[in-house]
């Protein structure tokens, strides 16, 4: 009997990834059998909080925390060179304002993967995390959005946002040796990655040649990106949860409003799914 390794896949996206805060806490009560999470970007933040079992973790620090100016804003980026106060964020939220439950995380027995970009190759690296207290610039590297952070020294490479490179890690997961995948995607199946955020590249990283061609070829990489998840879709290997049209919330808002927007779509897609979803892991897992 083939004993199939079940995981999940995390888009990213800004503030608008809370939706799939939203779809993590409806799969948190369905106790499934994980055995993987990967996360990019802000997919990764709540990913980990799923991984800790701190269902409602991240809509209650992101209502708390989106109108302050050290959560993100550009007087940060100023101060600081990130547009996220890195001091406020990866240490005084999980360690004082909402605590990171680590020893759950360390002994969930679910592995945890980050997806980052690494500039000096232009490659995805999908590294492996068990200790968020020892580890946690590997989530702050997931995280970097090009331009408006510093470059993250984590295990010895240089790396920023995984967006960059792997928006949707299911084949690196694959690769990796989870072979059913419950994929959560914040944007609909026809959104179209816009080449906009890449074409500044050689200005900003021109000592990164590498990581200007892969991010210039964003588009591209996504559109395959989706064509696979197709495939695995109908190879009954993947289960996909994406909002059917645009959420309508911006990569950046500090609106409140947006943020139970975002989470509200994302629980309320996650539960109309769940029959679907539970055929799916009987007949396939």
């Known amino acids: ?3 199939h390794r079940l995981g ?3 888009e990213g996206g800004g503030i608008r990834g809370i939706y799939a805060a939203g779809v993590l806490d409806v799969l948190s009560d369905l106790h499934l059998p994980v055995k993987g999470v990967i996360g990019v970007s802000a997919g990764a933040i709540h990913g980990c909080s799923f991984v800790a079992g701190q269902k409602g973790r991240s809509l209650r620090f992101y209502k708390r925390f989106i109108t302050d100016d050290r959560f993100f804003s550009f007087k940060s980026l100023i101060k600081t060179g990130n547009l996220v106060d890195t001091q406020f964020c990866y240490h005084d939220i ?6 990171f439950d680590n020893n759950a995380f360390m002994q969930s027995g679910i592995d945890f993967y ?3 970009t690494n500039v000096e190759t232009g490659q995805a690296e999908y590294l492996l995390l068990s200790d968020m207290n020892k580890e946690l610039d590997g989530l702050r590297a997931s995280a970097s959005l090009p331009y408006v952070s510093q470059i993250v020294q984590f295990r010895g490479k240089k790396l920023l946002d995984g967006g960059c490179s792997d928006r949707i890690p299911l084949k690196a997961f694959e690769r990796l040796g989870f072979d059913r995948n419950i994929v959560i995607s914040t944007q609909p199946r026809e959104h179209k990655v816009k080449d906009r955020d890449a074409y500044l590249a050689k200005l900003f990283y021109r000592k990164y040649p590498q990581f200007c ?3 210039s070829h964003s588009p591209t990489a996504y559109e395959q990106t989706q064509k696979d998840i197709d495939q695995a879709v109908n190879d009954k290997t993947a289960f996909v949860i994406r909002p059917r049209v645009s959420l309508g919330i911006k990569r950046l808002t500090h609106s409140p409003l947006d943020v139970q927007k975002g989470y509200d779509q994302g629980r309320q897609d996650a539960l109309n799914l769940i029959p679907a979803l539970e055929e799916w892991l009987g007949k396939y897992c």
């Open 8 to 10: 999940i896949v995390v």
């Open 114 to 116: 980050v997806t980052c």
């Open 1 to 3: 009997m083939t004993v």
């Open 94 to 99: 999980p360690y004082i304002y909402d605590p």
């Open 213 to 215: 061609r892969v991010f």
